[in-house]
């Protein structure tokens, strides 16, 4: 049954500005949100637009609440006819939306009969690996040449734009064959070094795992998958990892033993044992992170790093996943990284507070015993 308002049901097949210049005050609305320096934008019924800044949610307080209308006609704005009729059938939608230079991911939704947006800022220049303060080991891994590497953590926290620095980084560095899948595109890459071919799921591709079988026919060396949905997509990339691709993708999850379980347990049971030895043999690292509220404003990441080496390939194949935390406690001098000692050095060094470390920290009992 269709909950539309009927305000929008009167016009699914061309989408058109209503009185008051609706794309005027979107671009206004986005110019609020790059001059806040917001990581997003919300439109919801009867809520003024709300931009999230530093972690928190922030009303923009000269804008006036919006109707269930202004929020249809915004959405107008951003979308093409074909995809508003989409969005009505399927009553939710991820798209990107691009004004100027300024980039957004956005998704569209339905929520008690009203139209609701979430709009997540792309930043037009992809910064380095030194200007989002991450560890330069992450360009070690974006040159091997085959593997798979994920970079997980919350929703939020800034893995995307994690995995498009190490995409620079090899853009930059190597001429290779870059394949990226992704729904929505979001970075767009300039060629320098490297071909790079981006592909959107459901206008470039049917959907991500048709995608990645493609690349075996397509002289693929580097394939960026937006996020693992699904054991066949999974067993694709792991594959591809297997014979000659390096392979980079993300999960929701939370750190390196949760990520493998997570993959493992996608499979039905009579599929584990296969995916574990995959998975043990085509590893080749897990970086986990979060953004944590720096005193000096905005955020700087807090991280876990597992590299995978012969300890961590024989826990992974004999079920024993769990023991995986102490390898990496313990393998600061095999490369390791450890999220509360990471934790530690940034409340050291007086960058974040004590109180934000154990909020980030999932094992905040320890981190009172390292400091």
């Known amino acids: 049954m269709n909950t539309m308002p009927e305000t929008s049901q009167n016009n699914t097949s061309q989408p058109q500005s209503a009185s008051g210049d ?83 991911r956005c998704n569209a939704f339905v929520q008690q009969g009203v139209v609701g947006i979430a709009m997540r800022f792309i930043p037009h220049e992809i910064r380095s690996f030194e200007e989002l303060n991450l560890p330069s080991v992450l360009g070690d891994f974006a040159l091997q040449e085959q593997g798979f590497f994920l970079v997980v953590g919350p929703v939020g926290h800034g893995k995307t734009t994690t995995l498009a620095s190490m995409i620079q980084y090899i853009n930059m560095t190597n001429s290779v064959h870059i394949v990226t899948i992704e729904d929505p595109i979001e970075y767009l890459y300039e060629q320098q070094q490297s071909v790079i071919d981006q592909r959107e799921v459901g206008t470039d591709t049917e959907d991500f795992s048709t995608a990645l079988k493609s690349i075996f026919r397509q002289d693929v060396d580097v394939v960026l998958v937006g996020e693992m949905r699904g054991p066949e997509t999974i067993s694709t990339a792991v594959t591809a990892a297997e014979t000659g691709h390096l392979v980079l993708s993300t999960l929701h ?37 979060r953004l944590v509220p720096a005193v000096s404003g905005g955020v700087i990441p807090a991280y876990e790093l597992l590299v995978n080496n012969n300890a961590v390939r024989n826990l992974i194949r004999e079920e024993r996943v ?21 934790l530690v050095d940034h409340v050291r060094s007086g960058e974040i507070t004590m109180e934000n470390a154990k909020r980030s920290s999932l094992q905040p009992d320890l981190l009172d015993k390292l400091l």
Do not use: C, W
Not at 327 to 341: F, K, L, S
């Open 253 to 289: 999850t939370n750190d390196a033993p949760q990520t493998i379980d997570r993959i493992i347990d996608s499979f039905p049971a009579n599929q584990q044992q296969q995916i574990r030895a995959q998975l043990a043999s085509s590893l080749s690292g897990i970086f986990s992170q």
């Open 322 to 342: 769990h023991e995986i935390k102490s390898v990496i406690e313990t393998g600061q001098d095999r490369g390791m990284v450890d999220m509360n000692r990471s």
């Open 22 to 104: 609706y794309a005027q005050r979107l671009d206004s609305l986005i110019q609020s949100t790059s001059q806040e320096g917001a990581s997003d934008l919300h439109f919801s019924v009867g809520r003024r637009p709300t931009v999230r800044i530093a972690g928190k949610l922030v009303p923009l307080g000269k804008e006036q609440p919006l109707s269930a209308e202004d929020i249809e006609n915004i959405l107008k704005e951003m979308i093409s006819a074909e995809r508003y009729e989409e969005f009505h059938a399927k009553q939710e939608i991820d798209f990107s939306y691009t004004h100027e230079a300024t980039r957004f």
